[in-house]
């Protein structure tokens, strides 16, 4: 289903066949025995069913009924608000809210929001959260499928979900409306860049999409190709091109939503298209998956693309390294040296270990734009998934004012990271034997806080800096998330991102 409309509205006038969606608080809040319905005819009507607890009011319940005409509605869905009122919660009741609403075929379906009960403060975030988890879980990424497409083109109708509130003409609510649009449209927007295969999703496509995203916003684009990225000395890029035949990128963004004297944010992400390992090719098992080596790139465009479409007054630039991981005839071999644009040398003793190499010269290119803070966003290793599984995002920075601003984004966005230690012990494993740096590690253990050290030798010193490692949280997070999908890309950090420069507007 992708036909779904939401509108914000003060009254609504029900139709045949419409729907009326009211909350319900959980019993165990109420002093009586039965849960209480935000609607008073609603309550009348299913009273039986509260009675013998059909309805609860339990987080995530929906509960549905058919031809019981409440108020000129002919069903009724009553939603449980369970016992808090977080944002999150409400991203997650529309996730359930969805699948209720794409089973049940109303077109129809006027939602009591102020049913909640909350304040207007407090239902702004919960509108923003709804909305976003609403158009989060219309993600169906099915457009390489050709029989089924034309049959669900065929019996798709739009359903039109209208939320009626008495705050519905108020600046804070609409303006909580608007940005769950813009954030839920940019999150799907790199899902499906993650979800396109890598025939398909090459280095040129993932610098053509977003040059084609940002038309309209102001962005300024500039992509490099093979014969410029080696002319700039991105020896890591270049290095890792060298084993494919599909040409790499170098996709640098440009925003300026703040007076020209002030610093910028930079945002990096890994633009890896597939993943075979190169020369140290990786096992066949689950290999398909290496196609969604590209979501840290991904997922930076579509946070970069929310922060100029949102118009946030903040300078920010994305830089995104682009190419295939391919054991070509020119690919680089293990034991291999090549030059990062810093100047700094480092062995390749995996061809596998490539994210960093990539990452490595767009830092220094980072660097050079001299900004006030520096953050990337790359699957790049193994390792993470085994220290946090696919619930946290892993982040190593050793600056705690970044470190802080970044939980705060994040508690705010509702996206769960974790802060991971980086120490000069991990620097240490990563010195090479025949040049300056190894691309992995001397010791045991610790792969990604060896990795993230890796990085840091690209940074310039004082640049406040952060990455995060999405290897575990970049897909197939649906079973914990149910605003996901279930095997698909997350999108995950494009919402902490818009999130993250706002506290450098
Ligand atoms: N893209 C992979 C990391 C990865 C693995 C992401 C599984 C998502 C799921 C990365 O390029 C890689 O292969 N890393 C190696 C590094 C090792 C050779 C030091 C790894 O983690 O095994
Ligand atoms: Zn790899
Ligand atoms: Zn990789």
Redo the contacts with the bound molecule.
Sequence with gaps: MKNLTLQLVKTHKPSAGSTLVVFSSSVKSQKSSGAKLSSASAQKTLQASVDDHTITGKAQETCVFRSVSVDGYSNVVVLGLGSDRKPESFRQMAAGFHSCIKAMKSTDICVQWDGTGLGKKDLSAATQAFVEGLLLSDYNFDELKSKKKDDEKAAAKEIRVSLVSKFAADASLKKAFNEAEVLAGCVNFSRRLGDLPGNLMTPTNLADSIVEAVKGTGVKTEIWDRARIKKEKMGGLYGVARGSHEEPRFIILRYNGAAKTKKPIVFVGKG?TF?S?GI?L?PGAAME??KY?MCGGANVLGGFLAIAKLKLKVNAIALVPSTENMPGGSATKPGDVHTARNGKTFEVN?T????RLILSDALCFGSEQAPQMMVDAA?????I?VALGNTHTGFFTKNEALSKKIQAAADKTGELVWRMPLVDHHTKDMKGTFADLSN?SAGKGA?SATAAAFLEQFVEEGIPWAHFDI?GTAWAVGGRLPYCPKKGASGVLVRTFVELARQFT
Excluded: Q, R, V
């Design positions: 890896l993943d390992g140290s990786k998956e290496m080596d995996n596998d270990a490539e994210g699957t790049l290793t193994g390792a998934i992995i792969g290897a």
